[in-house]
């Protein structure tokens, strides 16, 4: 559910969280629903441009001390955060992402850095490894073990890179859950968040262009340099979206080169005619 220009609400972890209290309530008083509450807690706010704190430091699935600087200037990163053993919309977002991933021809480690983090820091680097096996095999790119990283690290951590992408979540003792939003983030090889993708729409299409476009180009082809001269970015929706007036004004262009085109043509070959006859 979209709460504006650049929020949005985690509305699918939120329905199986609220569920739990008011099953444990029965029939003895009448279920009381939080979600006023909860809208001021688990929210995704858009902080397009923002800088990551790159002196942030976690422990990759090899249990080795990465800093977040360690992934960034030369290749734009895609970062999700999710809690490694939730089976519910983490596991969604994981599957979701799997796909797109099959789909996109760019690999992590060659033309961008994919990082997952745990947002519980109960879980280490045991569980990382694991996670980084499934998705290995089932992504079928043995090489993209150079680029997928999965980190684990301590609440400050956690919380200061959730709040430099604006990753507002709500842990619930009682229920032993997270209730938090979905999203994939796309930064530049600087460290800035350059776009997001959310509401379980991951599509591969969206997810290169938002890769060429926070490389500057620098990676895919010329003609993704030219699909984003006909695409614009809507932060509401999160997804690419045709520029109607700019295809508009690439139109009148084309009209004019090729009138251009044509007339030079016709002049040319009235000067031929006119020496011939001469």
Not at 32 to 45: E, S
Not at 73 to 92: D, H, V
């Amino acid at each position: 559910m979209r709460l504006g220009k650049g929020l949005v609400l985690g509305s699918v972890v939120l329905a199986g969280w609220l569920a739990a209290p008011a099953a444990a309530q029965g029939s003895r008083r009448p279920p009381v629903d939080p979600r006023d509450g909860l809208l001021k807690l688990v929210r995704l706010d858009q902080k397009l441009n923002h800088s990551l704190p790159q002196e942030l430091v976690f422990r990759d699935q090899h249990g080795k001390e990465v800093h977040l600087r360690d992934f960034y200037g030369r290749k734009p990163t895609m970062l999700m955060l999710i809690q490694y053993r939730c089976t519910n919309l983490c596991q969604s977002q994981i599957q979701v992402l799997m796909a797109a991933l099959k789909e996109l021809k760019f690999t992590p480690g060659k033309e961008f850095q994919l990082l997952i983090v745990s947002i519980d820091p109960r879980e280490g680097p045991e569980l990382a490894r694991e996670m980084e096996k499934a998705a290995l095999a089932e992504y079928g790119r043995p090489e993209a073990a150079v680029g997928w990283h999965w980190l684990t690290g301590n609440q400050k951590a956690i919380d200061t890179l959730a709040d430099a992408i604006g990753f507002r979540y709500f842990y619930d003792k009682q229920t032993d859950q997270f209730a938090h939003p979905d999203g994939v983030i796309i930064t530049t090889p600087e460290g800035k968040v350059a776009r997001y993708f959310f509401s379980l729409s991951y599509p591969s299409s969206g997810l290169r262009l938002a890769l060429v476009e926070a490389a500057r180009g620098k990676i895919g082809t010329a003609l993704d340099v030219i699909a984003l001269l006909c695409f614009h970015y809507n932060p509401v929706t999160g997804k690419y979206a045709v520029a109607v007036f700019r295809l508009v004004q690439w139109g009148a262009i084309v009209t004019v080169l090729s009138l251009a085109i044509g007339v030079g043509l016709l002049k040319s070959r009235e000067r031929g005619a006119r020496v011939a006859w001469r």
